[in-house]
């Protein structure tokens, strides 16, 4: 092997014997490889220097363990919102020609795909004749644009669906979800999928037999050539998955519907047209308010990455995050069992204690079936679980915890047992470790009270289900140090969670907007109007689940305890509505019992939703209301004013650090519409004056529309509600 020539910083040019060109890609400057402006200048020259002296193929894989290239550097597809529609074609365009030349080499070329290979780094192996997956579980491969509201703009909606036919190629970009390298081998994405040790001699392999017999011509050929669909098959396609992407994105994403509608189009006419018609596409997503929006949450997520969790001021040495080693989770309920399995995937061996040695037999094999379920099998994988049940460590004393670095409290919600609880932990643990709370309710500072060192305690609020709720609040008590923040923060982190510091304060940050709008749908039900018209509003709105399905949900039981709390300390504008105890009196307390604002048929959360029934009238009968006539806008803005009412007033009493984190926290804890950019962002686009003027439409209603200060400052001096990402 001898070394021809190092190129600048992203590639490292070598060429290995049999004239085969290795080129190792790693961007500097960034966590993961992804396309800077000055990468792509040095594959621009790579590509140069290979048509002056041509190799016998070239090898593109990665300097960087664990990413093959993660895409565009998203601050180039920042800028996009400056440029003209023929500016943002040209792009596109810039970026398809430098891959075209790849794909039309005089030599074969193969990419090493270990670690992810994502979006634009995706297109760019695609371009290659051969792929080489890893089997390593930290390869995978997709193509996510939608999900930032844009579509595969280098050329892969032209390329998948001839290498892998359109359906699967569908799936693949309407979805934006990842495959693993054994996926990709089965959908034929790649050619081969081995183990990361022999994959660089098995993609040489692969060039030397294209050398020896063309191969690659035959598929350069099928690349450039129409799909065969018959008109059939292209409708079907069309419906069904148009069907799914409408009941998944109740038709407020664009993106998934052109994603299909372009990679359809561009089947039936020649890959060189349906370049065009792909440009085309990504220009007019690239300029819509929704990509926009989800541009700023996707930059919203890596500014969290990258918060300490503590304000400038309060950094110093002293706060430097401790590595968690030994967690241990101390009650084994729906949270506690939600928390150690998300513990055992991200490959922390876990105490788990409860008194209740019969829950812990029931709980142990539905952790592990959910720590090491595999999405792609849609069940567990035995082997895994196998593997990771010797992992969880359960147990019926506390002793067991006596030497973890990190304990978190989540029995039930009792104020007097959680303080005891608490003291216990404290007194078996060594004076290091860090104490976390999953309290929904109580406040820090009382929790606190018992304990010797309440320095090393604070909350660690984790959201049902765990496994799919992201966010963790982080909440400060009194006493909390810098220290325990900066820990908990990045632990939170390495769950692969969102974690938002709030301070100590009732309802914390979700709880605390999400009360007003859940407040607001009852009186709307005590006014006349219809339930379900309560809630189809809602979801029109965006949100995942109306508000009377949600309480269903929840449990009208722990939403009137979390009402009485809210309602103590926020009385004068979050009342505890008095239907809610009729309700819970009458047995109707969601889906667990099968009645709550709605009948359902079965109880517990699969339980189907049939109808409103004759029984909820006779309850709500003595709570009524005067009615008010209300159009559908009106009644959408009594749900969701409320709720950013609170928002502005959190900040207000700096509950929160940043806005940006009420944003993240909607979304990632309450499903707040993504598309709408969050509850400040959905208040920027209103405007703070137009949210005046709306609020004043309700002013009769009391206190709870009031507007706080800061909305009226914002109305005066025309600064945004939202902050940039
Ligand atoms: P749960 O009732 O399902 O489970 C509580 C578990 O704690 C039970 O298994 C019980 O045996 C165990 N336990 C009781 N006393 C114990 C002790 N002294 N030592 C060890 N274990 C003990 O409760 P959950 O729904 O999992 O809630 C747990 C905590 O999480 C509560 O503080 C709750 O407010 C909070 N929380 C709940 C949700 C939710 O939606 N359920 C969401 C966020 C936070």
Redesign the pocket.
Known sequence: MTASSVTPASLTVERLAGDIVAARISVPGHRQNVMTEAFLGELGQLLDSLERQPPRGLLLASGRPGSFLAGADIDRLDRLWDCSDTAIRDLCDRGRQLLARLSAAAWPSVAVIDGDCVGGGLELALACDFRVATSSPATSLATPEVKLGLLPGWGGTVRLPRLIGPGPASELVVTGEPVTGSRALTLGLVDACVDPAVAVPTAIQLLEWANADGRHYARRQRQAATVPLEDAEREFLEATTAALILSRTGGHYPAPLKALETLLRGCAVPAAEAAVIESDSFARLAQTPVARQLLRVFRLRQRNRRDSGLTKAGAGLAAEPVAVAAPAV????????GIVARHLRSGFTTTL????AE?LAR?VPEILDEAAWDRERGAADPARSHALAGRLLPATS?AAAAAADLVIE????RTD??R??LAEIEATVPASTIIC?????NPIATLAEPLTDPSRFCGM????PVRRMMLVEVVRGPATSDATVATVVAHAKRLGKCPVVVQDSPGFLVNRVLSPYLHEAVELLREGIDPARIDKLSRRFGMPLGPLELYDM?GLD?AFYAGVVMASAFGDRIDASPLIPALVKAGRLGRKTGRGFYRYRGVGPDARLETVDDALVKTLEPYRLPERSATDAELTDRLFLPMLLEGLRLLEERVVRDGRDIDLAVIYALGFPAFRGGLLAWGNSLGAAEILRRVERFADLGPRMIPPGSLIDHARSGRPLAQPA
């Open positions: 101390i009650g084994a309920g729906i949270m506690g069992a204690v409860d008194i209740d829950a709980t506390l989540s029995v039930i919600e047992l959680k005891r609880v709370t999953n309290t929904s309710t609020h984790f959201f049902n929840v722990t």
